[in-house]
């Protein structure tokens, strides 16, 4: 069995390691825990991993955030992975730092990435891991707030609830959306 793992973010060292680019950092994770690199291929960053008997392809986007549909489509037909085996990872400031939501579906919450990826599958029918980043930004500082650095409070707690959203990943690539829904939405 398949599946497409994408984290979300913006390639370049200017975003490495901003609230939008957690996405990237969590794939970076579960790549470095198997000992597997990316490597550059068409639209994005790749690597490749074997999980308890299913086939991952994570990818990295190197299509920016707001074009980020183009290379999950890629990679989907490319690899011939059906969409309910497909997981986008992302940034999201409605859920507070650290908190961590598993959906079949829904709206694009305002991400431009989701936004973009839901107009090029034409469907709100994917998979997504939300990363809570937190709201803490005045009225029109979202994108700086998005784009900036975390806080010393939050870098320290970051490496937890990135093992954790890799937990995320290993279930849903095992047990499934539902079950991996309700065994860890909410911890």
Known sequence: MKYLVVGLGNPGEKYAGTRHNIGFDIVDAFAKEKEVEFKADRLSEKAELKFKGRNLT????????????KAVQYWLQKEKIPIDRLLIISDDIALPFGKLRLKGKGSDGGHNGL???????????????????????SKGGQSDFVLGKWSDEESK?????????????????????AMTMSALNGK
Do not use: H, W
């Open 58 to 69: 994570l990818i990295k986007p190197t299509t920016y955030m707001n074009l980020s549909g």
């Open 157 to 177: 707690l970051l490496p937890e609830r990135i093992n954790k959203s890799v937990d995320f990943i290993k279930s849903f690539s095992t047990i499934g959306l």
């Open 115 to 137: 936004k973009d990826i839901q107009q090029v599958l034409q469907t709100p029918s994917y998979s997504r891991l939300r990363f809570g980043v937190g709201s803490q930004f």
